[in-house]
């Protein structure tokens, strides 16, 4: 399967968006799948739902909240903007809007491990002098890694997949922020475009079905070491 250099761009930049998009949120999915699992507080279950929002929220919806907020009008974005930061119509909001979709599923896979740890490994290393930083780095960390992976697994899954909110807030601008999904919307909207489109098909359905496979061999990894637990 041969591909245009269009093509070869739109698949560089979702690898590039995806990967970023990745690795921006994970330490905050990882601090916020501890504390939803670890901590109650008033407001938990509202923290909850404002982070699992973005998987019930049309996709439309979540990039025009973006285009609202980090826009070049937007209060935020005005802000940075003056500070040389700019999101709107750049591959660095196809990133943010990309993160943004796939937080929930992050915190879900971490939040999960982290459930699945049992407390009381950690009352043990605190009554040994261990500090909460230190519980969490020697405990904490290690037992979770497979549900870390699985999440980031599942995030740079839906980055790559990310349409809807990422059109709308960054547009679909070739070699700039077309995306694989919105170079396949692109052939799709000029006639004889079938082609590339179903080779780009092709390709989106080739990462998704590796990141789902990684995705459920690691889940039984972590599965594994709850029963040997």
């Known amino acids: ?51 699992h929002l973005p998987l019930v929220l049309p996709p439309v919806v979540t990039g025009y909240l973006l285009l609202l907020t980090f826009g070049a009008n937007g209060a935020v974005g005005r802000w940075l903007a003056d500070l040389g930061i700019v999101f709107a119509f750049r591959w660095t909001g196809a ?11 992050m915190v879900r896979a971490i939040r999960l491990a982290v459930e699945a740890v049992d407390p009381k490994l950690e009352e043990a290393a605190e009554t040994l002098g261990a500090g909460a930083v230190a519980r969490f780095v020697l405990i904490t960390l290690p037992l979770i890694a497979p549900g870390i992976l699985a999440g980031a697994v599942l995030g740079f899954a839906k980055a790559m997949g990310e349409f809807g909110a990422t059109i709308t807030f960054v547009a679909n601008i070739p070699g700039q922020t077309q995306t694989l999904p919105s170079a396949i919307y692109a052939f799709l909207q000029v006639p004889g475009g079938e082609t590339g489109a179903i080779r780009l098909a092709i390709l989106s359905v080739a990462v998704a079905l590796g990141a789902v496979l990684i995705s459920e061999w690691l889940a039984r990894r972590v599965a594994r070491r709850i029963g040997r637990a």
């Open 1 to 51: 399967m041969t591909l245009e250099p269009q093509e070869w761009a739109a698949l560089a930049l979702s690898l590039k968006v995806s990967v970023w998009a990745v690795l921006v949120s994970l330490p905050f999915a990882v601090a916020m799948g501890w504390l939803l699992a670890r901590r109650d507080f008033p407001g938990k279950a509202w923290l909850s739902a404002l982070v």
């Open 95 to 105: 990133a943010l809007a990309a993160a943004i979709m796939g937080f929930p599923l």
